[in-house]
């Protein structure tokens, strides 16, 4: 399993898909917002994703926010 992280500290503003469902590498499949600018996460490859966290939480460099299932 491939984790899913962020480079930054910020609130999950948007999540754009749920846990299960395919992405492709390149996707982007999260916002997260940091003082007031929003910043895409990309899927980091294809496969099926697995969200850990939930919208509105506060997440950050060290966290895992879900991993990408390689199938």
């Known amino acids: 399993m491939i984790p899913i992280q962020t480079d930054m ?3 999950l503003c948007l999540l754009q898909c ?4 395919r992405v492709s590498r ?4 999260a916002q997260i917002e940091c003082m007031k600018v ?4 990309e ?8 969200w850990r966290y ?10 895992v926010l879900g ?5």
């Open 54 to 63: 939930d919208l509105g939480e506060v997440v950050g460099p060290a966290d």
């Open 9 to 11: 500290t910020g609130t």
């Open 18 to 21: 749920e846990s299960g469902a």
């Open 26 to 29: 390149g996707d982007v499949i």
């Open 67 to 71: 991993y990408i299932k390689e199938i």
């Open 43 to 50: 899927a980091p490859a294809d496969g099926v994703i697995e």
């Open 38 to 41: 929003q910043f895409a996460i």
